[in-house]
Structure formats: structure tokens, C-alpha cells
């Protein structure tokens, strides 16, 4: 059996992870393992876990490079299959897209 504090439910996970990714710099750059093990106060290879935990839910997707593994909000869930080029004004792209836009 095991002990787990509220704050480390998967849910509440989740929604910090997801709050994370959601930063601005996150929407430019990517995030870590270490990045996330900060926000949660975690040891960096759990938090490598929670992010994988979060990729296989859909939340995140995930690159591997000589780097170690970097992490970026899944924008796949936005597109609409019956208009793929429709470019959303609102949600989780539109924030992308702003963010993007301001680093360039």
C-alpha cells in the first residue's frame, strides 16, 4: 500500500503539468524533466515519469534528441479533421500561436 499526498494525485499532476506547458516560454522552447521536477518539487526522474504519464493520456508529446527527452503541449487534439487548415482563433493553438509569434 501506498501513501500519496492530494497534491500528487495524477489529476492534480496533470493540471500542474498542464499549467506548466501552457507558460509562454514553454509554448516557444519545450519543457524538461528537470523543468517540471522545479514546478512540482519533485526528483527530476519522477517528474520524467509524470511527463510520459502525461504523453500516454495525450497531453503532451514528446522529442528525444541527444538533449535527453523534451516535452510540448499536444496540439494534434486541436485539429479538426473535417478542416484541416482551419487555423482556431481560440484555445490551446491560438495560445501557441501567439506565443510563437512574439519570440520571433
Not at 10 to 33: G, M, N, Q, T, Y
Not at 38 to 52: C, D, V, Y
Not at 54 to 66: I, Q
Not at 82 to 90: N, Q, S
Request: net charge negative; with cysteine; hydrophobic share 45%.
Amino acid at each position: 500500500m501506498v501513501i500519496q499526498n492530494k497534491s500528487h494525485s495524477d489529476e492534480e499532476v496533470f493540471a500542474r503539468i498542464k499549467a506548466l506547458v501552457l507558460k509562454p516560454e514553454a509554448l516557444r522552447l519545450d519543457v524538461s524533466a528537470s523543468d517540471d521536477a522545479m514546478t512540482l518539487g519533485i526528483a527530476p526522474a519522477l517528474a520524467k515519469e509524470h511527463l510520459l504519464t502525461a504523453e500516454t493520456k495525450g497531453l503532451l508529446c514528446r522529442n528525444v534528441s541527444a538533449e535527453g527527452f523534451r516535452f510540448y503541449i499536444n496540439l494534434f487534439k486541436e485539429i479538426d479533421l473535417h478542416d484541416i487548415h482551419l487555423l482556431k482563433d481560440y484555445g490551446v493553438y491560438s495560445n501557441w500561436a501567439s506565443a510563437v509569434s512574439v519570440s520571433g
